[in-house]
C-alpha cells in the first residue's frame, strides 16, 4: 500500500443514496437523493456519481497542468468535464463509466490530444479507474 501523504475521510448514514455524507473536517455535509433515472427522487440534492464527478474532473486537471509542464505546452485557459453514468453491464451488474472532456486553446489538435493522453497516464483517479471501468478521454481546441 502507498504511504499516504493525506486521507480524506468520509462517512455515510441513514439509507445509502437516499441518506447523508459528510467529511470528517466538515467541510462536505451534503444529503444525497437518487436520480430520478435510477427510481428516485432527484431534486435538489447531490449523488455519488456527481460527488465522483467532481473529484475526478479536478484531479484530472490537475494532472493535465502536470502533464502541460512535461511536455513543455501551455495549456491556455483550460477545464475539465468528467461525466460519470451509471447502468447495468451484460451480466445486469451496475457500474460506471465516466466521460473526460477537456476543452484546451490556443493548441492544435495533436498536441492536445498527447496531453491529455499524458495526462490520462499521471492522474490518481485513471489509475484507480483503468482496467475497471471505461473511461473515454477526448480532447477539444479552440482559438
Known amino acids: 500500500m502507498v504511504q499516504a501523504l493525506y486521507t480524506a475521510e468520509a462517512v455515510a ?13 466538515g467541510v462536505i455535509d451534503e444529503t444525497l437523493a437518487t436520480p430520478k433515472e435510477l427510481g428516485g427522487p432527484g431534486g435538489e440534492h447531490t449523488n455519488p456519481e456527481q460527488l465522483f464527478a467532481a473529484g475526478y474532473a479536478a484531479c484530472f486537471h490537475s494532472a493535465l497542468k502536470v502533464a502541460a509542464r512535461q511536455l513543455g505546452v501551455d495549456p491556455g485557459a483550460s477545464e475539465v468535464t468528467a461525466r460519470v453514468g451509471i447502468g447495468k453491464n451484460d451480466q445486469g451488474k451496475f457500474e460506471l463509466s465516466v466521460e473526460l472532456d477537456t476543452k484546451l486553446s490556443g493548441m492544435e489538435q495533436g498536441k492536445a490530444d498527447e496531453l491529455v493522453t499524458q495526462a ?3 492522474c490518481p483517479y485513471s489509475s484507480a479507474t483503468r482496467g475497471n471501468i471505461a473511461v473515454e478521454v477526448t480532447a477539444t481546441t479552440t482559438d
Open 120 to 122: 490520462h497516464q499521471l
Open 13 to 25: 448514514r441513514g439509507e445509502g443514496r437516499d441518506g447523508e455524507v459528510t467529511s470528517s473536517d
